[in-house]
């Protein structure tokens, strides 16, 4: 899928808004709003239609006699949980299956092996909470990065590996730097050339445009693997991207519900028609999705003593 500087390109072709200015024609930003309202109705018709399409799985410790952790903050709508496993050991072979179950189950004063978990709000209670450490294992569907476009490069960055801390963040002044872009939600987001979230949710208080230096909001402690080098960028929001994370043939929708914006922005009668394509498209998109493979689904098993072995 192209990038959103690209799609925003041949949008503007589409409508005949090549012409714009600082004061005149349409701006990029009611490009990205409506590229940006696209990418969320297709990501709600695929999670809501075909929940395994755009699924993720992170394995998080769990703690002896803790029976309350966060779901991933990229979690879609915070709730939607496909599957959770824990592993006493922590070794991939003892991983088994917890089910859900209702806050009126909840159990006090009990540690031992999970066998259960009740979802409230933006956090799994495990019932009984571990009496060890071991491991939880838990497939979600992810939300996807905002789209946005490079707001600035990086010059240079000194990360304390030890504490997952940023000690400097400086962007290079001598191209494009749109700093008040940057700091106007309070939050940055650093990619690659690609697209690729390098770093996520940065808190940002400030940016020093003589210096380039980006004041860092104090206590942001940044994820395991995460990384910032030289040569990335950096664009606005908690978790952005100059690049949609949906299946390429997502493209011809989003760049028609743009287009359709932008003709109802400007009264043109075309509009009727790209609406009309644009039901063509999603039509086109829920065939596509409907089977993501020819290998039939079998009947899910949630009692192991069918197999033969107990947990």
Known sequence: MRNVEQLITASRRATSNLDFGENAGVQDE?????LNDAQEEIQ?????LFPTI?????????????????????????TRIENLEYSPTGNPQNYYVIKKGAPKERINGVSGNPSFYIRQGTQLIIQPPPQGGGTFRLL?????PVLDKRRGTVSSAVLDTSNNTITSL????????DDAALVEQNYITIIDKNGVVKMQGIPVDSINTGTGQVNVSAGFVYEAGQSISAGDYAVRGKYS??????PDLCEKYLLEYCNMRIFVRDSSTDQAEVAALMGK??????????????????????D??????EL
């Not at 709600?44 to 809501?48: A, E, G, M, Q």
Request: hydrophobic fraction near 35%; include cysteine; charge should be negative.
């Open 140 to 144: 979600y569907q992810r939300i996807i």
């Open 30 to 34: 009611e490009f990205l709003q409506a």
């Open 304 to 309: 192991p003593s069918y197999l033969g072995y």
């Open 241 to 246: 991207s100059t690049k949609s994370q949906l």
């Open 54 to 78: 755009l699924v993720k799985q992170t394995v998080f410790n769990g703690s002896a006699n803790v029976d309350t952790y966060d779901i991933p903050s990229d979690c879609f709508m915070g």
């Open 281 to 302: 498209i999603e039509d086109t998109l829920k065939n596509a999705f409907a089977q993501p493979d020819n290998d039939p689904d079998r009947i899910v098993i949630i």
């Open 170 to 177: 400086y962007l290079d002044t001598t191209v494009d730097l």
């Open 44 to 48: 709600t018709l695929l999670n809501s």
